[in-house]
């Protein structure tokens, strides 16, 4: 899997799909809809000789799949109560299919889903809380962060188990930098004044200096994502606190289109760069605003010299995009099922994380991320300080098409087939439609 792969699942939209195979359910025969199921007495032992099977949907493909398949091993070979065996989909049909799951009553008994992905089930009421199944299994969810927690909450209940934070960071090439002379003797950048021109004076330097290489890749194709960041940097919201209008055609916006057009006008960045992400690993290009799920890749292999710290401020503070992978628990499920499901989740944040951690991703679990074992990873310490300042996604259940919106009117913009302050008003145009309908 290209390491642009795993945000196909997070921001593609208007996808549409035949129902789900039957052999993707885990059988509803003991657990489908629960008219009668409500008044079962809930069962944490396994009564019979086998155990409780569970299915889990996940869209994990690559280096992540690798984990994710450790993590379901690891959980099956440490107790005989439960067996969870997964069904792994492709990414850019995941959601079609988990929606027409959970809307037939047919389909997994636990599932991932991105943060900004759940208000909608949430909504449907397709999804169950998950605070009293986690205390009847003594999962404490104190152990994940605030903001996770916040994240997943809707009416003062948590919908989901928050299983990372995902997010960029900002990767550098030492040896391009050292070639230009921007490398500080403990191997960091030297990266002048934080302002969007001291910024651009540091990539005039490298592309005088390197001119064979880009001084920043810039992610063209999901392009919605390096604008975010430097809009939430420059203290940029898209929606309005009550999530009833845009609010994203200001001069926030505005700044941040010019300095990127700048950036593509004067070679610094290559608009027309379909794998920016392989250019950066490939060494032709000094600086790359990259996932924390690139640290395997990009800081695994010494070879490459490349380090890795939390964006900077380039636009006034450090606050960044992100998103998070969380464990969902389908309404249709029996109650010893969904039991099951949540003993799963126990273990896949709390034992699990740890494995989940060497994916890049950081572990919404805090104990794992104070543990010894994640803080000896590369870089760790900049990732968890990079956590501090992500902003998620409003929560509203009309995201997905409005990050879609969003995504087409800046390749619109990026392309020269409107100015940056006409496509800012025809978005902000587009999103208000979304949200009144």
């Not at 642009?4 to 003991?30: E, I, N, P, W, Y």
């Amino acid at each position: 899997m290209k390491m642009r792969k795993k945000f196909t699942g997070l921001l593609t939209a208007g996808l549409t799909l035949a129902l789900v195979m039957s052999g993707c359910s885990s059988g509803t025969k003991d657990g489908g809809t629960s008219s009668s199921a409500g008044t079962e007495t809930p069962k944490t032992e396994n009564t019979g000789s086998s155990p409780v099977e569970i299915t889990f949907w996940n869209m994990f493909g690559g280096g992540e799949g690798d984990f994710v398949d450790q993590i379901i091993k690891g959980y099956n070979d440490s107790q005989k109560e439960v067996t969870v065996k997964q069904l792994r989909l492709e990414s850019n049909e995941y959601y079609a299919k988990l929606s027409t799951a959970l809307s037939s009553s047919k389909g997994p008994d636990v599932a991932v889903a991105h943060v900004d992905r759940i208000s909608p089930f949430v909504k449907a009421k397709q999804i169950v809380p998950v605070d009293e199944l986690a205390s009847k299994v003594g999962f404490d969810l104190n152990q994940i962060t605030e903001s996770n927690m916040k994240s997943v909450t809707y009416d003062s209940k948590p919908y989901a188990v928050p299983l990372d934070t995902h997010f960029h960071m900002f990767y550098y090439n030492k040896d391009i930098l050292k070639k230009a002379d921007l490398l500080n003797e403990d191997g960091t950048p030297k990266l002048g004044e934080m302002t969007p021109e001291g910024f651009e004076k540091t990539l005039a330097d490298i592309h005088a200096k390197v001119p064979d290489v880009q001084a920043l890749a810039v992610n063209t194709p999901y392009f919605q994502e390096p604008f975010l960041n430097l809009y939430y940097e420059a203290g940029g919201d898209i929606l309005n606190p009550d999530m009833t209008k845009a609010a994203i055609n200001n001069d926030k916006a505005l700044n941040v289109l010019n300095f990127y057009m700048d950036l593509y006008k004067n070679k610094y960045s290559d608009l027309n760069d379909k794998t920016p992400w392989d250019t950066f690993h490939n060494g032709k290009a000094a600086f790359w605003f990259g996932g924390v799920w690139e640290a395997g890749l990009l800081l695994g292999d010494q070879s490459l010299n490349i380090g890795a710290m939390p964006l900077p401020p380039i636009f006034g503070s450090q606050t960044h995009w992100a998103s998070s992978h969380t464990l969902v628990i389908p309404s249709y499920v029996s109650p010893e099922k969904q039991e099951a499901a949540v003993k799963f989740m126990k273990y896949f944040s709390e034992v699990g994380g740890k494995t989940w951690g060497q994916a890049g991703h950081v572990p919404a679990n805090s104990n794992v991320t104070a543990s010894e074992e994640y803080k000896s990873l590369p870089y760790r310490s900049e990732f968890i300080e990079a956590q501090k300042t992500v902003k998620f996604a409003p929560p509203t259940d009309k995201y997905t098409t409005i990050i879609t919106t969003i995504s087409e009117s800046l390749q619109n913009i990026i392309f020269g087939n409107e100015t940056p302050k006409d496509g800012l008003a025809n978005m902000e145009k587009q999103i208000n439609e979304v949200l009144d309908n």
